[in-house]
């Protein structure tokens, strides 16, 4: 889900320069071959990263930092360009950060409609939630 403030920040597709509908997904040759925009991964692992830049939940010695609740300044740097998928137990901790730090990225959580952080989730989403397949 894509949280925060957007503004023009739409992805483009690569081929015909045409803004895409999800501000993070863009295409380019086989159309059926998607990439996301992200600067910086939070809570991710040397293992699982998607991007160069990424803060570990625990101390890596190629990560950027460990533990993102300790980094405000790298949310703020970073703003519209985080990446985060955080262990499910740190996920209404995470929206909180989002929300008072006021940053923009994409969160990757479960679609858990029972949870005491989905109503804050869809309160904070600037786009429709994309499902993945199961």
């Given at each position: 889900i894509a949280l925060g403030r957007y503004g023009g920040d739409a992805a483009q597709d690569a081929r015909t320069g045409e803004e895409m509908e999800h501000p993070f997904l863009s295409?380019?040759?086989d159309p059926n071959d998607w990439r996301l925009n992200y600067a910086l991964f939070l809570f991710a692992s040397?293992?699982?990263r998607r991007t160069?830049?990424?803060?570990?939940?625990?101390?890596?010695?190629r990560a950027l930092a460990?533990?993102?609740?300790?980094?405000?300044?790298l949310w703020r740097e970073?703003?519209?360009r985080l990446w985060c998928n955080p262990p499910w137990p740190l996920v209404g901790r995470v929206l909180?950060?989002?929300?008072?730090?006021?940053?923009a990225g994409?969160?990757?959580?479960?679609?858990?409609?029972?949870?005491?952080?989905?109503?804050?989730?869809?309160?904070?989403a600037t786009h429709q939630p994309l499902l993945l397949p199961r």
């Open positions: 295409r380019f040759n040397e293992s699982n160069p830049l990424y803060v570990s939940r625990y101390y890596e010695p460990a533990n993102a609740f300790l980094h405000p300044d970073y703003d519209g909180a950060a989002f929300e008072q730090l006021e940053v994409t969160v990757v959580v479960p679609h858990w409609r029972a949870s005491h952080w989905f109503p804050r989730l869809m309160r904070l």
